[in-house]
């Protein structure tokens, strides 16, 4: 059974950094792909950034050069190191795995099925 569980959401004024976790569990982790989502109020989910097994990624265009994905394997973790944060980065986020056959870099929550509880990253 995979678990997800976000942390490290918080409210931080805009040029701030946040720097959310993933603990994963009961996933083969680093053998397929993980990603990063975000929802903000009366929006749709979207991706932010993908991470697959060999350590590739990409981001997409709004968070481009401010946020970083990164995994620890040996810890089961998945990182987002988020700088120069504006208020449009305010939403939920949410840490997820692709889907058996999914598009890793999609950024497509269709792509994507287990999902943690999300974590609120407030930026103002």
């Known amino acids: 059974h995979v678990q997800l569980v976000e942390s490290g959401g918080g409210s931080v004024q805009a040029g701030g950094s946040l720097r959310l976790s993933c603990a994963v569990s009961?996933?083969?982790?680093?053998?397929?792909?993980m990603g990063w989502f975000r929802q903000a109020p009366g929006k749709e989910r979207e991706g932010v950034a993908p991470?697959?097994?060999?350590?590739?990624?990409t981001y997409a265009d709004s968070v481009k050069g401010r946020f970083t994905i990164s995994q620890d394997n040996a810890k089961n973790m998945l990182y987002l190191e988020m700088n120069s944060l504006k208020p449009e980065d305010t939403a939920m986020y949410y840490c997820?795995?692709?889907?058996?056959?999914?598009?890793?870099?999609?950024?497509?929550?269709?792509?994507?099925?287990?999902w943690g509880q999300g974590t609120q990253v407030t930026v103002s």
């Open positions: 991470f697959d097994k060999d350590g590739d990624t």
């Open positions: 009961g996933y083969t982790y680093g053998g397929f792909c």
């Open positions: 997820a795995t692709v889907n058996s056959g999914g598009n890793c870099y999609s950024l497509s929550t269709l792509d994507f099925g287990y």
